[in-house]
Each structure stands twice: as C-alpha cells, then as structure tokens.
C-alpha cells in the first residue's frame, strides 16, 4: 500500500513526519529543561541565600577582626603593666628595710651611710658605714641588727678593732628575703 503513494507525497509524508519527530524531541527538551529549572530553582535561592548571609558574616568578622587588632597593642602594654605591678608588689619595700636598720642605732652609733642594692628578687648585702663610741657598743649594734627579723646577718669588722674609742666601722648585713 505504500507503493500506492505518489513519489512526491511520499516525500512529503517523509518531510512532515522528520519535522514532527524534531518538533517533539525539541519540545520534550524544553519542558524537561523548564521542569529541571523549576526543580532546581529552590537550591539556586537557598545557594545564594547563604552566600550573601556568609559574606555578611565575614564582612561582619572582618570589623571584628580589625577592632581586635586595634585593641591588641594596647591590651598588651596593659598585661605588660599589670604584670609589672606585681611583680613590684612582691619585691619587698626598702622602707621597711630602712626603718629596721634605724630601729636598732642607739645614740652611742652614729650612721654615716647606707648602702643598699637591689637584686631580681628583692635587696643584696647592706652596707653601713659609721663611728662606734666603744667596741661594746658596736658588738652590742650588731646583736640588735641580728636580733631584728628583717635581718638574717650582721657580721662583725675586724677592721679598727685594735681602737677602743670612735671606731670607724663598715658592717655588711644581709637581709632576709621571706619578711615583709
């Protein structure tokens, strides 16, 4: 029956039906496109929602992160002061130190100088420098220089000993480091 038909309809038919068949693969394209769109449109929305709330974020870090640089030299001249301050609270106070020396002169010992250093961890070896009236007296300075808790030690000089009268004298004292 196909013979039947005349060569330039059958040309034809064969035009219109290639047509057809492009015509419905172009359309089923297109709806699938549209409806693989429609399918992706709510990912597309949500991907470029958390973009812009991420970059807010960041910018929003990036202000932060500029105020914490701004602030971070001058929190560290405070740690360093702070750590400064105690540290010198736990040094020991030279007054304490001076009046315990002074506590102990009697009339008999006349003070010329004090010489105190200081060490890391609080004051070295004292040096004082005076007149004796009498070897006696000095002895006696030196137990109530010993006798102080303040003072760990208080040796004797041998020097000028040989007077009996207006001894120079030049005592080094070690202090104790545990007292106030």
Do not use: C
Request: glycine share 2%; aromatic share 8%.
């Amino acid at each position: 029956m196909i013979n039947l038909i005349p060569p330039q309809a059958k040309r034809a038919l064969l035009i219109e039906y290639w047509i057809r068949v492009v015509a419905f693969w172009a359309v089923m394209w297109s709806v699938a496109l549209v409806i693989g769109s429609i399918l992706l449109m709510p990912a597309e929305v949500l991907i470029n929602y958390q973009t812009l709330t991420y970059a807010e974020s960041a910018e929003l870090a990036a202000k932060t992160n500029e105020t914490f640089e701004s602030v971070a030299p001058e929190l560290v001249e405070a740690s360093q002061q702070a750590r400064y301050i105690i540290d010198e609270s736990a040094v020991p106070r030279i007054s304490a130190y001076l009046d315990a020396l002074e506590s102990v002169e009697s009339a008999s010992i006349r003070i010329s100088s004090i010489s105190i250093k200081r060490t890391e961890t609080g004051f070295g070896p004292v040096s004082i420098s005076g007149v004796a009236d009498t070897r006696s007296d000095l002895a006696a300075y030196s137990d109530r220089l010993v006798a102080h808790p303040l003072i760990e030690s208080a040796p004797l000089p041998f020097s000028n000993l040989a007077q009996d009268q207006n001894l120079s004298f030049s005592l080094v004292v070690e202090l104790n480091q545990n007292q106030p």
